[in-house]
């Protein structure tokens, strides 16, 4: 089993920054087998959406909605990822969840992940 912890929500103005961070635990065999750490996001009244994935190799994946405004990488070594969001918009306001999966998948089906953290709120005032 892998536990995920989050970290790093908040409340802060349209055009600001936050930083979400993500912490793994568990079993040495469990965590050295993950692959894809990404993190999704769910809004009052909508669906989950992933925001961002990277895999242990460094490859990434971004919404549209995000993409060049989010940035996401790993730390292999301490078993975490990190969520830098900059020129946060009123619409980025949700709660954010990492999540961690030993596939290749980092994809935008929630339902392929097998590790879920309990998330984080970001509340982006207008």
């Known amino acids: 089993q892998v536990t995920l912890v989050e970290a790093g929500g908040g409340l802060v103005q349209a055009g600001g920054s936050l930083r979400l961070s993500c912490a793994a635990s568990g079993s040495i065999f469990s965590i050295n087998s993950i692959n894809a750490m990404c993190w999704y996001r769910q809004a009052p009244g909508k669906q989950r959406e992933l925001v961002a994935g990277i895999m242990r190799s460094g490859d990434t994946n971004y919404a549209k909605s995000v993409r060049g405004r989010f940035t996401i990488y790993r730390d292999n070594a301490k078993n975490t990822v990190i969520l830098q969001m900059n020129s946060l918009k009123p619409e980025d306001t949700a709660v954010y969840y990492c999540?961690?999966?030993?596939?290749?998948?980092?994809?935008?089906?929630?339902?392929?992940?097998?590790?879920w953290g309990q998330g984080t709120q970001v509340t982006v005032s207008s």
């Open positions: 999540v961690a999966d030993p596939s290749n998948y980092y994809g935008s089906n929630p339902d392929m992940y097998d590790y």
